[in-house]
């Protein structure tokens, strides 16, 4: 049996279609008319993506994290910048703890492994004076005299 909040088709984005996190690349940001049908029109700004066929409608948390995350508070610059949409279950509406749609910065990848330090290996031609290591470690008590 279906859940409630899956009976309802929607315009907009809705805190199930993004799950636990979506990577998605923002398109731009326009208003919309987010009124039930019927009502009298009330529009909204909202993001679309490049990924999504829905757009989010903004509320003011998000507008300011995407502003932060961007490094713009003007929506133009936003354009092609990449950001997460995930599902955080302590937004509230309203006074009650509903969950909702939240926007964070994308996870920075790690940086390629540094190449693997190459082992050389030497021969007593390499190691100036070698010749010497026979007398020289029993001397130093390093090795003991074989005659």
Known sequence: MPKISEMRESKFLKKEDVG????????????????????????????????????????????????????????????????????DPNVSYQGKLVGGIRIRAPKKSAPPPKPAATVQELSDEDIPFAWLMPFVLPALGLLPLVL
């Open 20 to 87: 636990t996190g979506a990577l998605v690349t923002i398109a731009g940001c326009q208003q919309y008319n987010v009124a039930m049908e019927g009502a009298p029109s009330e529009h909204k700004w909202c993001l679309t993506f490049n990924e999504l066929e829905k757009p989010l409608v903004l509320n003011g948390t998000n507008t300011q994290m995407c502003a932060q995350i961007c490094g713009s508070d003007d929506t133009d610059d936003w354009t092609g910048k990449r950001i997460v949409l995930y599902t």
